[in-house]
């Protein structure tokens, strides 16, 4: 693949065929500079606005999409037909899985994990010629768990090391080491108190011992 001036990419890199680096958005940017880490591994299908910085390890799936305007971490991985819009800040070691949407002004912290069929909106106001001055997508914290098919909505906060239920639709702010399910879900009890019913052993017993897991550094 031939590089032109606007596109830097650090050393180690692994691109499949058919992969499109620096695309041009159609929105009017103040910089175009697409900036990529080293040992980036993009897969088939990817497809890479100009106009991001994005660190270290970068992993794709086949078919992922990163837009423009976008400020992203080391060691993150973007899998199979999923999305970043444009205008998000995402820290180091976040993994969002299959079939994903992250709309446009998402925050998305350090150690994150993003389950399958993820929807995050930013829209309060559809439809009305001014919904742009309102747009902003959700806050993830540190360490949030957000299941399968969970819908989050615009401007609310997910608190540390939460776990959000499979299929939940999140509508407000949810506090730190929670465990919510439902729709519109619903704070069930700290993470910190599940027990496994398979082996029955507390499988967040972790974060009361104070075993967080840390960010991966530039190596």
């Given amino acids: 693949m031939k590089l ?7 050393k180690n890199k692994r691109f ?19 900036i990529l880490g080293r040992n980036a591994y993009l897969r088939s299908g990817t ?14 799936g ?38 994903c949407y992250i709309a446009q002004f998402t925050t998305i912290e350090d150690n994150v994990f993003i389950a399958p069929g993820v929807i995050v909106a930013n829209d309060l106001h559809p439809g009305s010629p001014d ?39 999140v509508t407000k702010n949810i506090p730190a080491y929670s465990l919510v399910y439902g729709n519109p879900a619903r704070v069930v009890k700290k993470i910190t108190d599940i027990r496994c019913k398979i082996k029955n052993h507390m499988p967040y017993k972790f974060l009361l011992d104070g075993h967080v897991k840390k960010g991966k550094d530039n190596d």
Avoid at 47 to 60: E, K
Avoid at 81 to 86: A, K, L, V, W
Avoid at 135 to 162: D, F, R, W
């Fill in 4 to 10: 032109n001036k606007q596109i830097i990419v650090g």
């Fill in 16 to 34: 499949d065929k058919n992969v499109q680096l620096g695309i041009a958005p159609c929105r009017q940017i103040p910089n175009l500079k697409l």
């Fill in 47 to 60: 497809a890479i606005y100009l106009g991001s910085h994005i660190g270290d390890y970068l992993q794709t």
């Fill in 62 to 99: 086949h078919n992922a999409l990163i837009r423009e305007e976008n400020n992203i971490g080391h060691h993150f991985s973007l899998w199979s037909n999923s999305i970043i819009d444009y205008g998000c800040q995402i820290g180091n070691n976040v993994k969002i899985h299959c079939n």
């Fill in 131 to 169: 919904a742009f001055a309102c747009m902003k997508g959700p806050t993830i914290k540190q360490g949030a768990l957000i299941g399968c098919n969970v819908t989050l909505l615009p401007h609310i906060t997910i608190g540390e090391y939460s776990l959000i239920g499979a299929g939940s639709v």
